[in-house]
């Protein structure tokens, strides 16, 4: 095979690979602006808190309070009150705010402030309403306010966002070094098996960081609504993100097992695909059988290696030796 089947034996998982990294940068790169637009879009994780109300403490009321009292003695504090914004969605690096606003005739969420992308960033619930309400000037939420379920899950999300940022961070690094030395399987099948090893490795890294993303947001979904009901805030998954980071694991999949398939199929000798069959020992351009008649001597007659000039060997009957003499 030539350099033309070589290069379409490797385009497949070349193409894969391009998509796991595409994928992969979406993911990632979600949320890291304000003014990012439609990627603000590309978040893990919402919190909607325009109908988040705090009740005040009773404890300051001794005995057991009516429930007429209750309802018209008590003010509870709203979401504006404590300072927060309509809505906050998380990210990889970072998170964003925004408020549900009217535009066009049709409702939406706009982003209006998305902080500053981190390699340490976890998401912690209770420092972005702190954040959020010194920023504008509320009365807060403090950790007293919220179930003692959710302040402890807050404390174990720290690590296991630690570990999903660095499995990304690993497995788009990986996918990009695959394409690059993707290119070396063009020229031989050792370039193909070099490929192979990091395109496997590409996927492990993207197989771990979507595991991590999918079990961590889910199960801050669950908890949270669970825990965070009486307070009138709704959790959600973006199923969208969720969906992308996995079409990148599948799409690196592909890739290593085609880059793997290309090791024993198609050859891969550098002479064939940079056209340099000439002068090749062996090589198709060199090697040119020749089917013209070629005569083979007899085994069973004798073959005269005597030199031109020479005198016969002994014992030969020559009828005309003797002639030229008369």
């Known amino acids: 095979m030539g350099k033309a089947a070589r290069f379409a034996c490797i385009l497949t998982p070349m193409l894969l690979t391009i998509a796991s990294f595409l994928c992969t940068l979406l993911v990632m790169v979600g949320g890291t ?26 404890d300051l009321f001794p005995g057991d309070l009516d429930d007429d009292i209750v309802k018209t003695g008590l003010k509870p504090k709203t979401n504006e009150e404590l300072g927060l914004a309509d809505f906050y969605t998380i990210h990889l690096w970072n998170y964003c705010s925004g408020d549900y606003v009217e535009d066009g005739g049709k409702n939406k969420w706009k982003t209006t402030e998305c902080t500053k992308p981190s390699a340490k960033y976890h998401f912690d619930i209770i420092e972005i309403f702190q954040i959020e309400a010194k920023e504008n000037g509320g009365s807060g939420i403090e950790n007293e306010d919220l179930p003692k379920s959710v302040v402890k899950v807050n404390k174990a999300i720290k690590t296991v966002s630690g570990v999903m940022i660095g499995m990304y961070a690993c497995g788009i690094l990986t996918t990009f070094v695959t394409f690059l030395v993707g290119w070396f399987g063009l020229l031989s099948r050792w370039g193909s098996c070099v490929t192979t090893i990091f395109a496997d490795v590409a996927f492990l890294f993207l197989l771990a960081a979507s595991s991590i993303a999918t079990a961590l947001f889910y199960t801050l979904k669950g908890g949270f609504n669970k825990a965070l009901d009486e307070f009138g805030a709704d959790a959600s998954v973006n199923p969208q993100v969720i969906a992308l980071t996995w079409l990148g694991a599948a799409f690196g999949f592909g890739a290593a097992l085609f880059w793997m398939l290309s090791t024993c199929c198609c050859s891969g000798r550098s002479n064939r695909v940079m056209g340099r069959d000439k002068g090749s020992p062996k090589g198709l351009g060199s090697e040119k059988q020749s089917y013209g008649y070629e005569r083979v001597a007899a085994p069973y007659m004798p073959t005269n290696t005597a030199p031109a000039g020479a005198a016969a060997p002994s014992g030969v009957y020559e009828p005309y030796r003797h002639a030229g003499g008369h």
């Open 33 to 58: 602006k304000q003014s990012a637009g439609w990627l603000n879009d590309l978040y893990f994780f919402k919190i909607d808190t325009r109908y988040v109300t705090i009740p005040d403490s009773l």
